[in-house]
């Protein structure tokens, strides 16, 4: 069965660009979140998706914002690109939205700004 | 709000030597926790996770890990450690405030084994 996976692997971006970011989940899998993975400020919660619906976002700005296409897929979009948003960007996918589904995690997007 | 805290950033053991990495939670409620590793290279993986019941849950390759409410702690420890355990360890929470399944992470916990 194949995992979650991301494109691109890495990414290089300057201050203001915008970057788009993919997922695609676990077959089967409805929910899909989003997690950042900035250096010394460890892995935090940015989006949740799930049916299609944005169900939930972290303490982020409104520049980051995403999508979930009819096949569960997944787009993370940023917009006006800062230094600060630098970070590994992480995908996991869940069977369902329940509280007791494990989530599995994709490789990452590493996203260097410049 | 929910936090994660790892108190150890950073720990060095020899193979063979016990490991127990300290995880303490801040929720008042009613919990879901997660050890999570990532091992160089690699995606995170679940080690294992308690939902409810025995609170000494088993995980993968030889881990467990002991849910106690009364200290807001979910240690995580193996008896005898390799080299092949070398990798970062994530806490993590997800408490029944939350309006879905999205999880609080500690900061992670370097873990070096040497031969």
């Known amino acids: 069965e194949a995992g979650v996976t991301q494109s691109p692997t890495h990414l290089i971006k300057t201050r203001g660009q915008q970057v788009t970011l993919r997922c695609s989940p676990i077959s089967g899998h409805t929910s899909v979140y989003w997690y950042q993975q900035a250096l010394g400020l460890g892995l935090q919660f940015l989006l949740w998706?799930?049916?299609?619906?944005?169900?939930n976002r972290g303490n982020f700005p409104p520049r980051f914002s995403g999508r979930q296409f009819p096949n569960y897929s997944s787009e993370l979009n940023v917009n006006a690109l800062e230094l600060e948003d630098s970070a590994l960007y992480l995908c996991?996918?869940?069977?369902?939205?329940?509280?007791?589904?494990?989530?599995?995690f994709g490789p990452g997007t590493r996203l260097l700004v410049l | 709000a929910q936090s994660v805290s790892q108190h150890n950033h950073h720990v060095i053991l020899s193979e063979a030597a016990s490991l127990e990495l300290g995880c303490n939670y801040s929720?008042?409620?009613?919990?879901?926790l997660f050890w999570y590793v990532q091992y160089p290279g690699q995606h995170l993986q679940l080690l294992l996770k308690?939902?409810?019941?025995?609170?000494l849950v088993k995980g993968i390759k030889g881990f467990e890990a002991e849910f106690i409410k009364s200290k807001f702690s979910f240690n995580l420890r193996k008896p005898s450690v390799q080299w092949s355990d070398t990798a970062e360890y994530f806490c993590?929470?997800?408490?029944?405030?939350?309006?879905?399944?999205?999880?609080?992470f500690g900061g992670g916990t370097r873990l070096m084994v040497k031969p």
């Open positions: 993590a929470v997800n408490g029944d405030n939350n309006a879905g399944n999205m999880l609080t």
């Open positions: 308690y939902f409810s019941g025995d609170p």
């Open positions: 929720y008042g409620g009613t919990v879901n």
């Open positions: 996991a996918s869940s069977l369902t939205r329940s509280r007791e589904e494990t989530q599995y």
């Open positions: 998706y799930d049916e299609g619906e944005e169900r």
